[in-house]
C-alpha cells in the first residue's frame, strides 16, 4: 500500500514537474516570471501584475479595475481616461504619469510616487493616499471625497477646485499646496 501511494506521488509530481517546463516554454518573450494576468491593448499584449513594468506607454483608456499592480512602474505612461477602479498600487511608482479623467475610486495608491503626476479632473473617492508622494501634482477639478491622505506629501502639489467632502487628512501638511479657485 505504501508502495503504490509513493510511486503514485512520484508520478504527480513529475507531472506537474513536466507541466511547469512546458508552461514556461510558452510564456511569451518578456513575461514576468509571476504575473497575475495579461490583457490586449491597442493590439499589444501587456502583462498585469505586481511589480509590472509599464513605463513610457499608451495606455489610455484601458481597463485595469481590481488589477493587483503592486510595485509597478508605469512612469511616463498615459493613463487618461483609464478605469483603474479598485485597484492596487501600492508602493506603485507614477512619476509623470498623464492620470487626467481616470477612475481611480477605492484605489490603493499607499506610499505611490505620483511626483509631478496629472491627475486633473480624476475620479478620486474613497483612495487610500496614506504616505503618497504627490509633489507637484496636478489634482485640480478632482473628487477626493472619503479618501485617506493621512501623511501624504503634497508639495506645491495643484489642488485648486478640489473637493476634499469627509476625507480624512490626519497629519498632511497642505502649507505649499496651490489651493483655491483656478
Known sequence: ???KLLSLLAIIFLFGFMFNIKAKNILPNGAPEFWSSNIVHNGEIIFIGPNAKLRNLDLSGIVLTNANLTGAD???S???DADISKATLY???LV????SNANLFFTDLRRADLTKANLNNADLTYTSWSFADLTRADLSDTD???ST???AKFYKTDLRNAI???ANMDNTDLEDAITGEK
Do not use: E, G, P, W
Not at 509623470?96 to 492620470?99: A, G, I, Q
Open 149 to 151: 491622505l493621512s501623511y
Open 74 to 76: 508605469l512612469s511616463n
Open 1 to 3: 500500500m505504501k508502495i
Open 78 to 80: 498615459d493613463l487618461s
Open 96 to 99: 509623470r504619469c498623464n492620470l
Open 91 to 93: 508602493n506603485a511608482k
Open 144 to 146: 477626493l471625497s472619503y
Open 164 to 166: 476634499f467632502n469627509r
